[in-house]
């Protein structure tokens, strides 16, 4: 069945850039969408951006500025990069597989483990 | 604030029935499908109900969801221990052009 691993620098300097990396096995990035979600410390978790094999990429509005999600196919892989990061990006940033066809967005499963990002100097 | 408002909190006894409610608006539930999630303590979040009401492979038939109008429900049936969790419903909305989640609901089984 598909797996996810997200990997990473788990400590990130104020005003630096976070990157992350999805790594996809059983399964191909070549179809389906994929999407990056986060969860700070004891809170709820918020969508921050999907990319799909087509080419179709959407951010959330409310990291649109900092955010670059993109699609490494021959290592079948996709990444995360946030820019500008402050302690408010402080979270537990998790990798997900979306839907085959943009039918239900909101649809996730299977999710990777989960990779603590902790913004500090 | 969350665009979807869930409880914050919900209990119940062993054998008992809970529901959670997940409330939206015209431009999320009311126009596009509800998914649930389950995360259990320390764990990535899990489906549990997707396209409103549809229970993915392996999940227990005491899991059920309906959506009605710009709101939507978690029931429980047969409360279990393993069922304490947080769960969150998520929708796209289609004015925001994004995914949205509820809150989150903190299920304590008594």
């Known amino acids: 069945q598909v797996q996810l691993q997200e990997s990473g620098p788990g400590l990130v300097k104020p005003s630096e850039t976070l990157s992350l990396t999805c790594t996809v096995s059983?399964?191909?990035?070549?179809?389906?969408?994929w999407s990056w979600i986060r969860q700070p410390p004891g809170k709820g978790l918020e969508w921050i951006g999907y990319?799909?094999?087509?080419?179709?990429?959407k951010y959330n509005p409310s990291l649109k500025s900092r955010v670059t999600i993109l699609a490494d196919t021959s290592k079948n892989q996709f990444s995360l990069r946030l820019s500008s990061v402050s302690a408010a990006d402080t979270a537990v940033y998790y990798c997900?597989?979306?839907?085959?066809?943009?039918?239900?967005?909101?649809?996730?499963?299977?999710w990777g483990q989960g990779s603590l990002v902790t913004v500090s100097s | 604030q969350s665009v979807l408002t869930q409880p914050p909190s919900a209990s119940g006894t062993p054998g008992q029935r809970v529901i959670i409610s997940c409330s939206g608006s015209?431009?999320?539930?009311?126009?596009?499908?509800v998914n649930w999630y389950q995360q259990l303590p320390g764990t990535a979040p899990k489906l549990l109900i997707y396209?409103?009401?549809q229970r993915p492979s392996g999940v227990p038939d005491r899991f059920s969801g309906s959506k009605s109008g710009t709101s939507a429900s978690l029931a429980i049936s047969g409360l279990q221990s393993e069922d304490e969790a947080d769960y969150y419903c998520?929708?796209?909305?289609?004015?925001?052009?994004?995914?949205?989640f509820g809150g989150g609901t903190k299920l304590t089984v008594l």
């Open positions: 997900a597989r979306g839907p085959e066809y943009s039918g239900s967005l909101s649809w996730f499963d299977p």
């Open positions: 059983g399964g191909s990035i070549s179809s389906y969408y």
């Open positions: 990319i799909h094999h087509s080419g179709s990429i």
């Open positions: 015209s431009s999320n539930i009311g126009s596009n499908t």
């Open positions: 396209s409103n009401n």
């Open positions: 998520a929708a796209w909305d289609d004015s925001l052009n994004g995914v949205v």
